[in-house]
Structures are given as C-alpha cells and as structure tokens.
C-alpha cells in the first residue's frame, strides 16, 4: 500500500488575490538541510522527470526551493506549493489544501520527524503527487478555456457527433466529415510558426483490440492521410514508426480510456512533433471515438503547448 493520506480544504477565495506563476511552475518550501540531504534526492525525482512523448528531453515541472523562513510576502501566491515541515515531533501525514494564500493555488503540505522519513513519503508518493500538480494544471487550462469557448463550433460537433468538447477561441475548423472532424489553431512567435491541432474521429468497435496500439497507429494515419495533409503532394501526417507509443489507462470522466502519448512526423515532409491520443468506446453507438491533439513547435519548448490540447481533450463528453 502507497502512505497517502489527505485533508481537503477549500477556503472562500472571494477576497484572495489571484496566483502567481506561470503553467508547469512549482515551489518547493524546504530548509537547505534537507535539500541537500535524502528528501532533496526525492524532490528531484518527483520533479526533474522526463515529461513523455517528447521530442526533446524537457521535465514535467520547472522546480525552484526557498527556505521556510523567506517563504512569504509574494511567494506565498504561488500557483503550485510543495511544503516540506521537517521536526522531530512531528507526525508523519500528507495535506491537499487549495486557495490557501490566492486563487486556484495547490498546496501539498508534508510533515515529517525526518529527512529519511520526509524522503520516504515522497518516494512512496511520487507520481501521485506529481499526478496532483498535473491535473490542477489541466483545470486551471479547462476553466480558462471555457470562459473562451467558440459555442457554435461546440453545438455543431454535439449535434452531428454527439460529442461534446471544449473548443477555444482562435481555434478553426479545418475539415469535417461524416467519420471525423479537425480544428487548428496556428500563430507566430516572432518569426516561428507555432500549430497546436485537436482532432476526433469515430470507428466502428469491433473488439477490446480497439485499446492496442497498432489499432491507434492504424486508425490515426488512416485519419491523418484524409485530414491532415503537408504543403508537398502526397504529404500527410503519420505516427514516427521508430518511437513506440507510450500507453497508460486513465478515467476520462468517469469512461475507461487509453492514454497514448508518442510523435508524429509528416510522410515525404520534414514537419514533426509530439501527440496525446485517448481512445474510450461508446457503447451505446457501438463506436470507438478517437481524441487527438498535437503540437508543432519546432523552435521552443513544447510541454505547456502540449499539456494545453491535454486539457481540451480531457473535457470531452459523449452524449
């Protein structure tokens, strides 16, 4: 068994200020003693991990420490909050606690009698912890995103696919048709081209094999090479054939799901980036219904960019 108690506590955040911080930030509270020691070790692992499906190595949160004692004033707005409270008569115990000092913040508040005993829980508890941050993250996006959301492409997909999804401003159709639709949003860094796409598409379910990964890599290039199309002739979007997909099983609001994170690149063209997939039945249709979101962003980071069309996916809703 995984040690992970909580307590959570909302506190009326009329009069808050809002949090501070940029998406995929976290601050860890933490004497130096312990930093340096066995807890700081657990620390890293938890936040200097590999995000996957990623072209270029970037980890799942930008990590940064203060000591208790400077821990105040600004700092204390945080969007995201690691607090370490490390003391020989302490009681070992996890808190979840929101909207302590602002607004949409996440504080996971960990007590301990020691630095071997604080970096066992964080052992015991990395990806939850981690899990935590993410899907607070995705929230704030789905909020921020919904207070935007374009309702007469919303109405057009509930009412020919019976799907409802949360869909941004600055976001276009690009295609639709009976079996699948897709939707774009480009801009410009400078002089840089950033494409962020979200696209769903059904298929008839046949068996449990719909969840395998050749299903998905099948499925999606057979999408892509009708939808998505390249700027040369014959040129469309394909899964990278030599980066095997990662998979995990989530709930997707209350729905079995496979998670598939991997990379594209786009056949006869020199285009490429990252995907998350979610594959999930309707049963009542007797159909398989595809999530996709990619992004292409050849000169930054593209973490946050992903973890937005994450959070558009993750609104779903089959009718």
Same mark, same amino acid.
């Given at each position: 068994?995984?040690?992970?108690?909580?307590?959570?506590?909302?506190?009326?955040?009329?009069?808050?200020?809002?949090?501070?911080?940029?998406?995929?930030?976290?601050?860890?509270?933490?004497?130096?003693?312990?930093?340096?020691?066995?807890?700081?070790?657990?620390?890293?692992?938890?936040?200097?991990?590999?995000?996957?499906?990623?072209?270029?190595?970037?980890?799942?949160?930008?990590?940064?420490?203060?000591?208790?004692?400077?821990? @105040?004033?600004?700092?204390?707005?945080?969007?995201? $909050?690691? #607090?370490?409270?490390? *003391?020989?008569?302490? +009681?070992? &115990?996890?808190?979840?606690?929101?909207?302590?000092?602002?607004?949409?913040?996440?504080?996971?508040?960990?007590?301990?009698?020691?630095?071997?005993?604080?970096?066992?829980?964080?052992?015991?508890?990395?990806?939850?912890?981690?899990?935590?941050?993410?899907?607070?993250?995705?929230?704030?996006?789905?909020?921020?995103?919904?207070?935007?959301?374009?309702?007469?492409?919303?109405?057009?997909? @509930?009412?020919?696919?019976?799907?409802?999804?949360? $869909?941004? #401003?600055?976001?276009? *159709?690009?295609?639709? +048709?009976? &079996?699948?639709?897709?939707?774009?949003?480009?801009?410009?860094?400078?002089?840089?081209?950033?494409?962020?796409?979200?696209?769903?598409?059904?298929?008839?379910?046949?068996?449990?094999?719909?969840?395998?990964?050749?299903?998905?890599?099948?499925?999606?290039?057979?999408?892509?090479?009708?939808?998505?199309?390249?700027?040369?002739?014959?040129?469309?979007?394909?899964?990278?054939?030599?980066?095997?997909?990662?998979?995990?099983?989530?709930?997707?609001?209350?729905?079995?799901?496979?998670?598939?994170?991997?990379?594209? &690149?786009?056949?006869?063209?020199?285009?490429?980036?990252?995907?998350?997939?979610?594959?999930?039945?309707?049963?009542?249709?007797?159909?398989?219904?595809?999530?996709?979101?990619?992004?292409?962003?050849?000169?930054?980071?593209?973490?946050?960019?992903?973890?937005?069309?994450?959070?558009?996916?993750?609104?779903?809703?089959?009718?």
């Amino acid at each position: 068994m995984v040690f992970f108690s909580c307590e959570n506590i909302k506190k009326d955040n009329e009069l808050l200020p809002s949090s501070s911080g940029k998406y995929g930030e976290v601050l860890v509270v933490v004497d130096s003693t312990y930093e340096n020691g066995k807890t700081g070790e657990a620390i890293d692992k938890i936040f200097f991990q590999a995000m996957p499906g990623l072209p270029q190595q970037e980890y799942q949160f930008r990590a940064s420490t203060v000591p208790s004692n400077a821990f @105040k004033s600004i700092l204390q707005r945080s969007r995201n $909050i690691l #607090k370490l409270n490390i *003391k020989k008569t302490n +009681k070992t &115990n996890i808190k979840i606690v929101k909207d302590v000092w602002a607004k949409d913040q996440l504080m996971i508040q960990i007590s301990a009698a020691s630095d071997e005993d604080a970096a066992r829980i964080l052992k015991k508890n990395t990806e939850t912890i981690r899990n935590y941050f993410n899907e607070e993250e995705v929230a704030r996006l789905q909020g921020y995103f919904s207070k935007n959301n374009q309702t007469a492409l919303v109405d057009s997909l @509930k009412a020919n696919k019976h799907i409802e999804i949360t $869909i941004p #401003k600055g976001f276009v *159709k690009m295609q639709e +048709k009976e &079996n699948g639709v897709w939707y774009k949003m480009e801009k410009r860094v400078g002089q840089h081209q950033i494409i962020q796409g979200v696209s769903i598409y059904t298929t008839p379910y046949t068996s449990d094999s719909v969840f395998k990964s050749a299903y998905l890599i099948k499925n999606r290039d057979s999408f892509c090479s009708d939808f998505i199309q390249g700027s040369r002739d014959s040129s469309y979007m394909q899964v990278y054939s030599e980066f095997v997909p990662l998979e995990k099983e989530i709930n997707l609001n209350g729905v079995y799901s496979i998670e598939y994170r991997g990379l594209w &690149n786009m056949k006869n063209d020199f285009m490429g980036g990252p995907f998350i997939h979610y594959t999930l039945v309707d049963e009542k249709r007797n159909r398989v219904v595809n999530l996709d979101g990619f992004v292409y962003a050849p000169k930054f980071n593209k973490r946050e960019y992903l973890r937005e069309v994450e959070a558009i996916l993750k609104s779903v809703k089959v009718l």
